[in-house]
């Protein structure tokens, strides 16, 4: 018997042995994770055909993030690829909120909330607007403070409030957020998304939807069929081992109470695994100011 087997029935050592028990075993998912997801993405990028991201001027003066936090928020520590799928996002975003008739250039504050380490926001320094970004990493949150100085960088807890004042953005985009929490913490994220959201604001959330039935259990696709939030490794939110996926129903009748739909692009969220793209506009009520985001 282990040492560690027998702890567990020392008084007062319980607790402790089921603690470390659960770090060994989240620690074992997460190196099956990373290989998981780098096997996915090398996948998707051979099928795609991606030629090689060609470095801009402003790639070449921006640094690319350490190979472990490349692999951490993109499955894969190909540098190139992380280049090519965050600007993958950033085209899919603006082309996005064309569609719907708001253009991101007069934008004047816009949050990337779960910006991991600069995926996606460093494709958009081009912008006038007051680029932010958010995450419950501090490590790359440190990251991209210290080496994008074209945005502001903040870390919050995984349940917390946000530190920014109400009404305080024009466009809010979480890319691979949702997909990773569950239903007490994404009600909590929408709510706190819409309060710093400006009235007329929107945002642009990307979620798991019928591209992913075919990697759902039965009793999931029964569950997601009927209408139902689904969600697996709830216990492990935040991280990789806690996949949730959302019926359109769903997303209409509760997720986005607060916001009017836009659009829902199936599979729309480029530069990620596939994943539905959701355009959502902070509802305006009688209390709020009758501002609103220009076209």
Not at 54 to 79: N, Y
Not at 209 to 230: C, K, N, Q, S
Not at 242 to 267: I, K, S, Y
Not at 272 to 282: E, G, K, S, T, Y
Request: hydrophobic share 40%; net charge neutral.
């Amino acid at each position: 018997m282990r040492t560690r087997d027998l702890l567990q029935f020392v008084p007062g050592l319980s607790r402790l042995v089921r603690v470390l028990d659960a770090r060994e075993r989240e620690s074992r998912l997460l190196t099956e994770e990373c290989w998981r997801l780098a096997n996915e993405n090398h996948r998707l990028k051979a099928a795609s055909g991606t030629p090689r991201a060609k470095r801009s001027a402003h790639h070449e003066e921006t640094p690319i993030p350490p190979d472990v936090l490349r692999l951490m928020v993109a499955g894969t520590d190909d540098a190139d690829w992380f280049l090519t799928a965050g600007q993958r996002a950033a085209e899919s975003l603006t082309a996005l909120l064309a569609k719907n008739g708001i253009r991101i250039e007069q934008c004047d504050r816009i949050l990337d909330f779960g910006c991991g380490c600069g995926r996606v926001i460093r494709h958009l320094r081009h912008l006038p607007a007051e680029l932010h970004g958010c995450d419950s990493n501090p490590v790359g949150v440190e990251w991209c403070a210290e080496n994008l100085p074209f945005g502001q960088f903040a870390v919050n807890a995984l349940e917390s409030p946000l530190t920014y004042d109400d009404s305080s953005f024009d466009l809010v985009y979480a890319f691979s957020v949702f997909t990773h929490l569950p239903l007490p913490l994404q009600t909590h994220w929408m709510h706190e998304l819409r309060r710093v959201l400006k009235p007329g604001g929107v945002a642009v959330i990307s979620l798991h939807g019928d591209a992913m039935l075919g990697r759902m259990t039965r009793a999931e696709r029964a569950d997601y069929r009927a209408g139902r939030f689904v969600v697996r490794g709830g216990d492990l939110a935040g991280t990789n081992h806690c996949a949730t996926f959302h019926p359109p129903q769903f997303v209409r009748t509760v997720l986005a109470d607060g916001f009017e739909v836009l659009d829902m692009a199936p599979e729309g969220a480029k530069g990620n695994p596939p994943q539905d793209a959701w355009v959502l506009r902070r509802v305006v009520e009688r209390a709020d100011s009758h501002l609103t985001l220009p076209a």
